[in-house]
Nanobody, 123 residues
Framework: QVQLVESGGGSVQTGGSLNISCVASGYSSCMAWFRQAPGKKREGVATIDLDGDTAYATSVQGRFTISKDNAKNTLYLQMTSLKPEDTATYYC????????????????????WGQGILVTVSS
């Protein structure tokens, strides 16, 4: 069982930046950030696998950066040039079987999920 605890959400104006993080309690082969806006389906934002390979949703490519500190077992998401449409609850996810970042982004079927953290971008 892997427990995930997110932190760092909040409010920011359009064009601003925000960093969120997620501390994991155990092993995982792939970690990810997903988000869900009110009234919308959950969508994959970014994933990272054990090789350090990453994958991003087209909507955040070039603006968001996913990274992981293996020593601290902490996942990060650096968000820049934020837009109102980035407003959502962001969820950290981890899986012990998914081995490829791009596959993880596409499948969305992760074993473990955090409680979610709200990011609000105002215009």
């Amino acid at each position: 069982q892997v427990q995930l605890v997110e932190s760092g959400g909040g409010s920011v104006q359009t064009g601003g930046s925000l960093n969120i993080s997620c501390v994991a309690s155990g092993y995982s082969s792939c970690m990810a950030w997903f988000r869900q806006a009110p009234g919308k389906k959950r969508e994959g934002v970014a994933t990272i696998d054990l090789d350090g390979d990453t994958a991003y949703a087209t909507s955040v490519q070039g603006r968001f950066t996913i990274s992981k500190d293996n020593a601290k077992n902490t996942l990060y998401l650096q968000m820049t040039s934020l837009k109102p449409e980035d407003t959502a609850t962001y969820y950290c996810a981890a899986d012990s079987n998914i081995g490829n970042a791009r596959y993880g982004l596409g499948t969305g079927r992760f074993e473990y999920w955090g409680q979610g953290i709200l990011v609000t971008v105002s215009s």
